[in-house]
């Protein structure tokens, strides 16, 4: 069965580029572009969530 | 899903004004997930806050928000409380506001244990005066008033609630971010004073001074000195040496302030 | 049926009129010569379902009096000279934000501590001038316990219908005094009560001056949301440094009491009309006047009393008016000068302002005033 992969939306005019979600994400799929996050590896997302949690700006959300 | 907290905030608010890497966005997502999981109705929901970073949270919130004066915050919802027993009342703010010019206010909210919830949200520096030292900075800490190191001791806000008669009180941090919801609802379902200590970062004006290279150590030191208070009764006190406990910290059933003033009433209207 | 009457203390007379008012509450902080407001209220406001908190300082009892009355609730509090200067903070949050209570300030002896027993007139420029900030400022100052009774009832009715705190200062002889205090029956003296919004609470702005200068006030858990704040404010109640929204918004919460204050002013002249000399008074120095006045008729001397019972706003153009026709105006006071100086101001040097100035905790004889009228040329 294929693996559906989750959608990560970033809203980056919230987004302050602080670092946390890069850095917490256990599996490495975010990452810096210029100022702003950005998504690197969709593929390796495990939906643990961690990276909406912990955003300080409200510029993540993850669908599972 | 992803978790909706725009519901909860008034449209067109954000981006708010914290700085990058502040952790007080990540408390703030923590209340609302609270007040989302206690079923508060926003228009029953006061959310009142003093002066600071802090304080400007409820300025966001789609709810009854009163933004005070410096320190001034617990005295004011005692004010919409009393009037409104019927309200829940919920307030914000900084380690500055909260135990320095509004100490007073603070003890005595926790005396009277009236049903209101405190969120102190801990960076241990006034950041948004730019850095001055607050009664939670660590002694020897730098800040803009304290070049030389802080002479000062500093205040244990958890143990101050506690001494001063709030019956439920809890300590979080900014980094355990899921942990911050399920210690601020069960202190809203607490019926009577509770407070909830949040540690949180100021990588701007507490963090550089202080040798933090960046967010990330200042999100990492405070997952080091975290140790819930189960797991700290294992531990020896050399193992406990600069280290903070989690969790909830104390909780005890008395009489609540909304309550025994009812109680008032209807003696005063035997009288009559 | 005969009126209810009684021999009451001017600051029980001030409880009562705040109950006659509609107070539902009331927070405070024990200070002489003022306690006896909060005792009463503390006895009779549970009694009609209301709220009574002693708070835990000054500033405390005005955070709480504010808090209380965004709940929906008339709500007073008293104190006196170092109580206000603990409540000016928050007395400019109240102007400010726009939050209607009432404060009753038993004026004694000050600076500081002062003479806690002793009488004084010394707080009035702090009525006006004590929190920074331009602002609005209404302050009664009542000469007797029936009109302490009865000014307390319309500094309610003003701090509604002009959505500000209002000032009640009699001077520690008024509040402590004893009269015959003769009530009014319900719906005798008028009782203005807050005025509820008429938009749904999705339309709900707290400042929309598309109702006026005094926009209606909703209170808390009412089921309108809406955000307060002592910064400056856009219509929907939240901050702004925009320079146009600043000044217009500062304007008109000073206009709203400026501008209306021919509705607010209160004075009474007591034979004024043929006076040469015309004492301006006011609180319990007024009654030495009012003797002074009827003395001096005795013995020839034109002589007139113009009571203040508003002090602010101050009935400038009244005394710039009479100031055309009078030889000088007298001006007794229990303090340095205070009202001498804002006579002074009003008359534009038409006449001289001649100042009698206690500040020994006695109060000023009529013997005093009748001797200062005999220096007038």
Known sequence: MEKKLPTIEIIEKYCKGCHICVEFCPTKVLEMKGFVVSVKNLEACIKCMQCELRCPDFAIKVTP | ?272 | MAKKVAFLQGNEAAAQGALYAGCKFFAGYPITPSTEVAEVMSVELPKIGGKFIQMEDEIGAMAALLGGALGGAKALTSTSGPGLSLKQELIGYGCIAEIPCVIINVMRGGPSTGMPTGPSQSDIMSAKWGTHGDHPAICLVPASVQELFEETVRAFNLAEKYRTPVMVMPDEIVGHMRERVVFPEPGELEVIDRAAPTVEPAQYKPYDTSFGDVPPLAAFGSGYKFHVTGLNKLPDGFPTTKAEYVQAEEERQVRKVEGNADDIMKWEEYKCDDAEIIIVAFGSTSRSARFAVDQAREQGIKAGLFRLITFWPFPEKRILELSKKVKAFITPEMNLGMATGVVKAAVEGNAPVLGIFRVDGEPINPGQILDKMKEVK
């Open chain 2, 1 to 272: 899903m992803a978790y909706d907290y725009e519901k909860f905030i008034r449209p067109g608010k954000l981006p708010h004004i914290w700085c990058p890497g502040c952790g007080h966005g990540i408390v703030m997502k923590g209340l609302i997930r609270a007040i989302d999981a206690c079923g508060l109705k926003k228009e029953n929901t006061a959310i009142v806050s003093g002066i600071g970073c802090a304080s400007r949270l409820p300025g966001y919130m789609d709810c009854c928000t009163l933004h005070t004066a410096h320190g001034r915050a617990a005295a004011f919802a005692t004010g919409v409380k009393m009037s409104r027993p019927e309200m829940d009342v919920i307030l914000v703010g900084g380690d500055g506001d909260g135990t320095a010019i509004g100490g007073n206010h603070f003890i005595h909210a926790c005396r009277r244990n009236i049903n209101m919830t405190y969120i102190i949200l801990n960076n241990k520096i006034y950041g948004m005066t730019g850095g001055q030292f607050s009664p939670a900075t660590p002694t020897g800490d730098k800040a803009s008033t304290t070049p030389y190191g802080n002479p000062d001791p500093a205040f244990d806000i958890a143990k101050l609630a506690i001494g001063a008669g709030a019956t439920f009180v809890a300590r979080g941090t900014a980094f355990h971010a899921n942990q911050i919801d399920k210690l601020i609802a069960e202190a809203i379902q607490h019926k009577g004073f509770s407070v909830v200590e949040i540690l949180d970062d100021c990588p701007t004006t507490y963090g550089r001074r202080n040798k933090f290279k960046s967010v990330i150590e200042m999100m990492n030191h405070l997952k080091d000195i975290a140790v819930p208070v189960k797991a700290a009764e294992k531990m020896s006190p050399e193992q406990l040496k600069g280290k903070v406990l989690t969790g909830v910290l104390y909780k005890e059933d008395k009489p609540e302030y909304c309550e025994q003033y009812a109680k008032v009433i209807e003696r005063a209207q035997a009288a009559k």
